[in-house]
């Protein structure tokens, strides 16, 4: 993937530069080398609709908001930014933005549990059908097509089975019949992968995850390609409220300045963890799109710059999965992921309990881990202790 998007006429930039750049120009007033935190919700007027900097209340706009949503663009190389409270407001604001009741959407069917959740208990009483499909399975996506089909929702890689999509496919599949495609970032992350570039309409992100990377804020972020759509989406980010506020955004951009160098070394450590346990008698599977029997392996070598930090696998029964999850020491045991820190879950319990009984139910012997960035023998011998 090449990572160089155009800033301006003359300056070319790579990934890390805007990472850091980007919507963080120094603060003209002070010198401020990062954008300062704004911490707060009104602007004097210079007479009625004087506005100095734009602003005038900041739940339509906030200048570490702003910061933050500019380079979120940049860095995802769409039209436009905009942040959000979670990654579920940004995908409610996406859905009620771009669906009318009476509509139909397509999700994976391995999709995080909550935007299960939010389809199946909030959009469909609202009058949005959906149906889950195998994203990696383009026939079976143009399959359940249908004319009111306003919506392809993908997720590549998919939390927890890890399985991938083509999403220049899908892209083609979801325009041919006259719909969108949305697609959650939030695994890879736009270091390793960027949709936009390869035929997505929308980058969907729970920035809580990899760009904040470490587990101290919640966030969610869509960036769009088309910046008339972009319009739409901030007219109902301000009706509807769900914004990220000024410390919020200001510790996702912190966050953000070194994504690059932190998804090199989750993805080294994940690979090494994903042969370790390859190589264990404890383990039967392992899903790690980066392992060449993986079935997604070769889309995720065509469409990621690198494999990413989440590896599953599954174990002989759930009692044994289980106890691998309550063994670890240097594995916290928690939900999330995407931090410095390693965490470990057993998602049929804990991340994907609201699944149990759907079509989206996740196999009871699976184990998920976060890989973080601590000292790769370290994770392995921790792993290695637990599995006995
Ligand atoms: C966590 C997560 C979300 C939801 O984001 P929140 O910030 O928790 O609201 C959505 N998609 C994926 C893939 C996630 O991992």
């Known amino acids: 993937m090449d990572s160089l998007v155009p800033m301006d006429n003359e300056v070319h930039r790579g990934f890390e530069t805007l990472a850091i750049h980007a919507g963080q120009e120094p603060d003209p007033a002070t010198g401020a080398v990062v954008p300062p935190i704004y911490q707060v919700s009104t602007y004097k007027q210079d007479g009625i609709g004087g506005l100095r900097g734009g602003y005038e209340y900041s739940r339509s706009a906030n200048p570490t908001r702003t910061a933050l949503e500019v380079c979120l663009a940049e860095i995802e190389a769409g039209a436009r930014g905009l942040a959000f409270a979670s990654g579920l407001a940004a995908e409610d604001a996406l859905i009620r933005t771009v669906c009318r009741p009476g509509d139909h959407v397509i999700i994976p069917n391995d999709a995080y549990g909550g935007t299960y959740r939010l389809f199946a208990k909030v959009a469909e009483p609202w009058g949005v059908t959906f149906d889950p499909a195998p994203l990696g399975d383009v026939a079976a996506v143009r399959a359940v097509m249908r004319p009111e089909t306003k919506l392809v929702w993908a997720e590549t890689p998919t939390n927890p089975l890890l399985a991938l999509a083509d999403i220049a496919a899908l892209a083609g599949v979801a325009h041919d019949a006259g719909a969108l495609l949305a697609v959650d970032n939030t695994f890879a992350s736009p270091y390793l992968q960027r949709p936009l570039d390869l035929g997505a309409d929308v980058v969907v992100h729970s920035t809580t995850k990899y760009m904040g990377g470490h587990s101290d804020v919640i966030g969610g972020a869509l960036v769009v390609a088309d910046a008339e759509l972009g319009e739409r989406l901030a007219f109902h980010q301000n009706a509807m409220g769900a914004v990220a506020g000024p410390f919020d ?140």
């Open 249 to 388: 955004a200001w510790l996702t951009l912190r966050g953000i300045r070194t994504l690059g160098v932190r998804m090199d070394r989750h993805c080294a450590n994940a690979e090494k963890v994903a042969a370790m346990l390859t190589r264990h008698d404890a383990v039967r599977q392992v899903l790690y799109p980066g392992l060449p029997d993986h079935p997604g392996h070769e889309i995720a070598a065509k469409q990621m710059r690198g494999f990413g930090g989440m590896v599953s696998f599954r174990m002989e029964s759930e009692e044994a999965a289980v106890r691998v999850c309550e063994r670890t020491k240097l594995f916290t045991l928690g939900e999330s992921l995407g931090g410095v820190e390693s965490l470990i879950e057993h998602p049929g319990r804990m991340t994907h309990a609201s699944a149990a009984g759907s079509p989206l139910e996740v196999p009871p012997d699976l184990v998920r881990l976060s890989v973080g960035i601590e000292d790769a023998d370290d994770l392995l011998r921790d792993l290695e202790l637990a599995l006995g």
